[in-house]
């Protein structure tokens, strides 16, 4: 509790501040898939590497779809091979599966349905970790004009108080 605050502002602070680590949370969500796109690449890469498959084949990762759904990436994440893959920054062959260096990967030469996959993804994410940013900026920023309107608002009925205690 802040005394210089009314129960109404304090209530506008606690919510702003809600909603800016609602937004926070958005924001990692985001960062998380950007991480499972690289992870997807490196995965598509050690496959060449390896000889399983060419340059030209696509390589996209069927757990990429849960990029399209906040819920659905979300519930992966949370997931224990969602854990597990984030929390050691590796991405094995989906879980139930023999064939590690491939399994889950689209294997199509020239993929029309995934072209560009990794830019593709990753460029609508940044632009909504940008969009997102911007708005916990503002969301600070709302706590903050009450906070400072509040402050200044004691300061003056101190000074009154002070000014009478002259008189
Ligand atoms: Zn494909």
């Given at each position: ?8 502002e304090e209530r ?11 937004l ?27 000889g399983?498959i ?14 399209s759904?906040?819920d659905?990436f ?21 879980i ?29 994410l ?6 997102l940013?911007e ?15 509040a402050?200044e608002?004691?300061?003056?009925k101190?000074?009154e108080?002070n000014w009478?205690?002259?008189?």
């Open positions: 509790m802040d005394e210089k605050l009314s129960g109404e506008l602070i606690e919510s702003a501040a809600a909603e800016h680590r609602q926070e949370e958005e924001m990692e969500l985001c960062r998380r898939m950007l991480t499972l796109i690289e992870l997807a690449q490196d995965r598509r890469r050690a496959a060449i590497t390896a399983r060419g340059e030209d084949i696509c390589g996209y990762d069927q757990r990429l779809d849960t990029i759904s906040r659905a979300a519930a992966f994440a949370t997931s224990p091979e969602g854990e597990n893959i984030f929390a050691t920054s590796k991405l094995p062959g989906p139930g599966e023999e064939d590690e260096i491939v399994k889950g990967m689209c294997e199509k030469k020239r993929c029309k349905a995934h072209a560009g996959w990794a830019k593709m993804l990753a460029l609508g940044r632009h909504q970790i940008r969009e940013g708005q916990a900026v503002e969301v600070e920023e709302q706590g903050r004009i009450v906070r400072d309107a402050g608002r004691w300061r003056r101190k000074a108080k009478v205690e002259v008189l």
